[in-house]
């Protein structure tokens, strides 16, 4: 109720480099949580590849599409975090356009102009990254717009109970994307036996949703287990890297994707900033399958939410080195 002091817009203008969807909704989160703090009114300018509130509109309580007339020169946090405890925030003007695509909250409580208000607001020291917090930030900030809001109530109808997998395989398999390789196969199919084991012992009757940049995938999966996976229709895009045609085609897609991940039972997920914010969001337990910096190994790591106001409790998983590796 108190009193706003300027405003901070969320910055991604068109033909910048902001990351993929998750890593966007990452920056728009922490942006909302600075403005939270330091008081100002809060916006949000996303139009590349289409514009944001066409798919998600403001929930009500934060007008995020009412902008300032005129641009400044935006402040950039991109690459990483700054360093613990150098305090970048206060001295933002304000009226400040922040570009960021990282998660910053470990960086916001190594400041100590803001422990106590974090505190204030629930966010305590065992919230050490978004994950305890982002579900509550993107429902003060969004509704799901009609068209996505009516596809997903129909998919919810179709498969009440399902397991959510999202499979990121980087390497480049899309035409026109660029990617490096994240998972090999061999590991994907660590996956799917994760996912096997999980409905055998505990949901027999849940279907899989599958998302993926994998056209191999989606195909492998139909082959494994026929009607009981199911899709999201459309082209495979990165929201970031695809060409801006292709990708403003396929955004609804990805929104629609990453919504539904969060309402499975369950996930198995690849280390993605995609599937991380989608689980987040509903506070989903999930196996993470990721491998190492080094591609020689990988490991499965359950993510379990013990405490609402914490962040996620990763189990201790050994590192299983790949064959041959």
Not at 28 to 43: D, P, V, Y
Not at 148 to 177: C, D, K
Not at 209 to 230: H, I, N, P, W
Not at 250 to 279: C, H, R, W
Request: with cysteine; aromatic share 10%.
């Amino acid at each position: 109720t108190a009193p706003k002091q300027g405003m901070l817009v969320w910055s991604c203008p068109p033909d910048k480099r902001c990351g993929g969807y998750g890593d966007r909704m990452k920056g728009i989160t922490s942006g909302f949580l600075i403005a939270l703090l330091t008081r100002r009114a809060f916006g949000i300018w996303h139009t590349d590849p289409v514009e944001l509130r066409g798919l998600l509109r403001p929930a009500g309580p934060v007008p995020w599409d009412q902008l300032p007339a005129n641009r400044s020169y935006p402040v950039r946090i991109k690459d990483k975090p700054p360093r613990s405890g150098k305090d970048v925030i206060t001295k933002m003007p304000a009226t400040v356009w922040l570009e960021t695509n990282q998660d910053l909250v470990e960086y916001l409580q190594s400041l100590p102009a803001y422990t106590a208000t974090l505190a204030q607001m629930g966010i305590g020291s065992r919230c050490t990254d978004m994950s305890c917090i982002y579900g509550c930030l993107f429902d003060m900030l969004f509704a799901v717009g009609d068209d996505i809001q009516g596809n997903l109530s129909q998919a919810l109808a179709l498969h009440p109970q399902f397991v959510s997998v999202q499979v990121r395989t980087g390497g480049g398999e899309i035409s026109g994307w660029s990617d490096p390789m994240r998972t090999s196969h061999y590991v994907v199919d660590r996956m799917w036996d994760v996912v096997d084991a999980h409905r055998r012992n505990h949901c027999p009757q849940c279907h899989i949703f599958l998302t993926t940049d994998s056209a191999s995938q989606q195909k492998g999966a139909m082959r494994r287990y026929g009607a009981e996976v199911f899709f999201v229709e459309g082209a495979i895009t990165h929201s970031d890297r695809s060409s801006q045609e292709k990708a403003a085609r396929g955004f609804p897609k990805v929104v629609m994707d990453n919504l539904l991940i969060g309402e499975a039972q369950y996930g198995v997920i690849s280390n993605s900033g995609f599937s991380y914010t989608a689980v987040w969001r509903t506070k989903l337990n999930v196996t993470v399958v990721r491998m190492n910096k080094q591609r020689t190994g990988y490991y499965v790591e359950p993510r379990l939410y013990n405490n609402p106001l914490t962040s996620w409790t990763v189990v201790d998983a050994p590192f299983i080195p790949l064959p041959n590796a």
